[in-house]
């Protein structure tokens, strides 16, 4: 097992800078995702450690060993790609032992490496069958397979499930999380989709235009987020956010109120801020308000657009009387109609509090 180590790490096309000297540090054995909108840079981030692509500027490291301008082969890497990338005219067994063959290992070795991947990927019946005789979700573990048997010090996977229809991509997701934990290998997995980046990180490294935003443990991210980029991104659906404007208190705590509930003034858990009268956003999650009013809340009026129906919990789709765009979970048989007028209660202790620019105020 390897751990990864990036120091400094830029990468540029010409004169466009798309990775903006980043620093990553991932132990031996653990499951890391790099998740953030399309053309963050997460999957040029993953070729920069594949040797796919070129790093601009600083360094990368492999188990201490200095990779960085070293060719992909002598990485001690295996990559596996959303495309799956099998020959259609080769077997599953010609298929996941084709880098030992080229490699001229010997068959005993070869049956023995492969029987063995097949076994941990329940694809043992499916040996002598083609590609084309394949489901989506076999294909990609005959991917996985491929690179199982070649015993690298690191898995990269790229959007690796893109591909696949819904119920695949969950049962797939458990199969790699198992997987990781049978072999305890360090992964490295590329996905757009924050619900994946939940389910297999230990840690997730949240990119926007080739910035690191945030590094963490996934309830960490979502608990404790440093922006309200990675506030909106991580969790599902994401956090909503409220205009709002700072006024006189009389604690220690940030006094607020909502743009959406004028003269209304309330606490919320955050120390320092910006002075009386400027403008911040308030940021609250979908679980965190209830329908109707309630005692120790903050009340707002809403009208109510679309119900997202998910069987015992629904999420309503609603516009507040500024427009502010809001989700709300909705538990048990309360289901407003579109159109209704609706009121709700937000909980000022489940609250965040982030400056204009979006930086989290503490």
């Known amino acids: 097992m390897s751990g990864i180590k990036l120091t400094g790490v830029s990468k540029s096309f010409g004169a466009v800078k798309v990775i903006h000297g980043v620093d990553i540090e991932i132990g031996q054995g653990e499951f890391a995702v790099f998740v953030g909108p399309s053309g963050c840079g997460k999957s040029t981030l993953l070729r920069m450690i594949a040797g796919l692509e070129e790093t601009t500027g600083g360094e990368i490291r492999i188990d201490a060993e200095d990779v960085t301008h070293k060719e992909p082969s002598k990485r001690g890497v295996a990559m596996v790609f959303q495309s799956y990338a099998l020959y259609p005219h080769l077997s599953v067994f010609d298929n996941m032992a084709f880098s030992l063959s080229i490699a001229r290992r010997p068959k005993a070795e070869i049956e023995q490496k492969v029987k063995a991947a097949a076994e941990i990927l329940r694809l043992s019946d499916y040996l002598d069958s083609k590609p084309s005789q394949l489901s989506g979700g076999q294909r990609q573990r005959v991917a996985i397979g491929r690179a199982i048997v070649r015993e690298p010090r690191v898995f990269l996977f ?110 919320i858990p955050a120390r320092t801020g910006p002075a009386v009268g400027e403008e911040i956003f308030v940021g609250v999650r979908p679980e965190h308000i209830t329908l109707g009013e309630r005692e120790g809340g903050v009340g707002l009026d809403v009208t109510a657009e679309f119900i997202e129906e998910l069987g015992g919990t629904g999420y309503l789709h609603a516009l507040t009387v500024t427009g502010e765009e809001m989700t709300i979970e909705c538990r048990g048989e309360e289901r407003p109609q579109p159109k209704q007028a609706v009121r709700l209660t937000l ?14 105020l503490r």
């Open 158 to 267: 790229d959007e690796p499930l893109s591909n696949l229809d819904a119920e695949l991509r969950v049962k797939m997701r458990m199969e790699i999380a198992r997987l990781h934990r049978q072999i305890g290998a360090t992964m490295v997995y590329v996905t757009h989709d924050q619900v994946e980046a939940m389910t297999l990180a230990d840690r997730i490294v949240v990119l926007k235009a080739g910035v690191v935003q945030q590094t963490g443990a996934p309830l960490e991210l979502y608990r404790n987020p440093d922006n309200m980029f990675v506030a909106g991104f991580i969790g599902s659906p994401g956090m909503n956010f409220l205009k709002a404007r700072v006024v006189p208190g009389s604690g220690d705590r940030l006094t607020i109120e909502l743009h959406d509930a004028p003269g209304v003034p309330f606490e």
């Open 347 to 360: 909980a000022p202790e489940e609250m965040f509090a982030f400056e204009g620019s979006g930086e989290r």
